[in-house]
């Protein structure tokens, strides 16, 4: 089991930054690739952005390349994700989830475990 619990969320204006954070506990959680999904309201949950468990590869929506960097230290069992330039169509509940499949997954159904998500609204 792994348990996550995500942080950083909020409200920012349209240009804005924000950086949110997952802290992870439980059963080796370095051992697990990871990612950072989105859920507007009236909305699928959709891929943000992946990356290894070494850190080594990463991943992202076209929607967010260039804007968004998702990272993680290992030593602390933290995953991180920068946005930038943040756009009002960036609002939504972000959750990280981690999966024990391996690398390269971007659909939120191959991900074993979830956090309970943190708000992040941009006002135009």
């Known amino acids: 089991q792994v348990q996550l619990v995500e942080s950083g969320g909020g409200l920012v204006q349209a240009g804005g930054s924000l950086r949110l954070s997952c802290a992870a506990s439980?059963?080796?959680?370095?051992?697990?690739?990871m990612g950072w999904f989105r859920q507007a309201p009236g909305k699928e949950r959709e891929f943000v952005a992946a990356i290894s468990w070494s850190g080594g590869s990463t991943d992202y929506a076209d929607s967010v390349k260039g804007r968004f960097s998702i990272s993680r230290d290992n030593a602390k069992n933290t995953l991180y994700l920068q946005m930038n330039s943040l756009k009002p169509e960036d609002t939504a509940v972000y959750y990280c989830?981690?999966?024990?499949?391996?690398?390269?997954?971007?659909?939120?159904?191959?991900?074993?475990?979830w956090g309970q998500g943190t708000q992040v609204t941009v006002s135009s």
């Open positions: 439980g059963r080796t959680p370095s051992r697990y690739a």
């Open positions: 989830a981690a999966t024990s499949r391996g690398w390269g997954y971007t659909r939120s159904n191959e991900y074993n475990y």
